[in-house]
């Protein structure tokens, strides 16, 4: 068979014709498609509808309900807030006077201590001094009164310790 060009553009539109009718059914199959998601995604939206209005609506009743306790409790915060600041502040006045009061005890006690201490001293300077003045006098006097004694009588004379055993309990 010859072909020519009658028969080659009969081919073409049966071709065509084909390639149409083939998109048809495929732009068909699409929209049937299409048709059945939106109506499961309509019933999906009912069953979310129908589970969130009953949850929002018992959310808004339990807001109503708590909102002025709410206000309350908030309120009390606040309050319980700025007593708790304001104890704070005179907690804080009150250790800063104690602390200077303390401290100023300390210095008036270490004044004292140091007074009494340095008194201690001078009497203990007084008392050592009262005692050993007239001992080394006694003392001398019987050293001169033993070494005229032993001179006197012409007894041998030992020679003359510097310290004695005596003199070292004689002071304090």
């Not at 007239?134 to 001179?151: H, I, L, M, S």
Request: hydrophobic share 50%.
């Amino acid at each position: 068979m010859p072909w020519n060009s009658q028969t080659i553009l009969i081919a073409f539109v049966i071709v065509t014709s084909v390639a149409v009718v083939l998109q048809a059914m495929i732009m068909l199959g699409i929209l049937l498609s299409m048709k059945k998601a939106a109506k499961q995604s309509l019933e999906v939206a009912e069953d979310l509808r129908s589970s969130i209005v009953p949850l929002a609506q018992s959310s808004r009743e339990l807001l109503e309900k708590l909102g002025p306790q709410l206000v309350t409790v908030t309120t009390n915060i606040a309050a319980v807030t700025r007593d708790l600041r304001e104890e704070t502040a005179d907690m804080r006045l009150a250790t800063a006077d104690l602390k200077e009061r303390v401290h100023r005890q300390a210095v008036r006690m270490d004044g004292m201590l140091t007074t009494s201490l340095d008194k201690a001293e001078q009497v203990t300077a007084l008392v050592e001094a009262a005692i050993t003045t007239p001992v080394r006098q006694v003392n001398g006097v019987v050293q001169a009164v033993k070494a005229a004694t032993e001179r006197y009588f012409r007894l041998e004379r030992r020679p003359a310790a510097t310290h004695s055993a005596e003199d070292e309990n004689m002071f304090l």
